[in-house]
């Protein structure tokens, strides 16, 4: 199982970044994707997540800012970040938990975000 992600990069405070998260392999049944991201120093933590169902959960801080969303038909989870902040800045890992196989992560993408 390999999952790709893309889409970090460098933004001003105030701007947008969509992120993308691709799954290949025998996967198996998804139970749930989603996004997790490290700052430097710290914990890494949830962001958002989506489960198989529709329904989506976020951390407080990117409530309001954040949408996930997923292609079931594409393996393909998607994170649009608007008004983004200094404190968002990290490595973004997008993460697939399955029905059965465990959870896989991706390499990360970073994201930084200048005042």
């Known amino acids: 199982v390999q999952l790709q992600a893309s889409g970090g990069g460098f933004m001003q405070a105030g701007g947008s970044l969509r992120l993308s998260c691709a799954a290949s392999?025998?996967?198996?049944?998804?139970?749930?994707m989603g996004w997790y991201r490290q700052a430097p120093g710290k914990q890494r933590e949830l962001v958002a997540t989506v489960a198989s169902g529709g329904t989506t959960n976020y951390a407080d801080s990117v409530k309001g800012r954040f949408s996930v969303s997923r292609d079931g038909a594409k393996n393909t989870v998607y994170l649009q970040m608007n008004s983004l902040k200094p404190e968002d800045t990290a490595v973004y890992y997008c993460?697939?938990?399955?029905?059965?196989?465990?959870?896989?992560w991706g390499q990360g993408t970073q994201v930084t975000v200048s005042s």
């Open positions: 993460n697939i938990a399955t029905m059965f196989r465990g959870s896989y």
């Open positions: 392999g025998s996967i198996g049944i998804i139970r749930a």
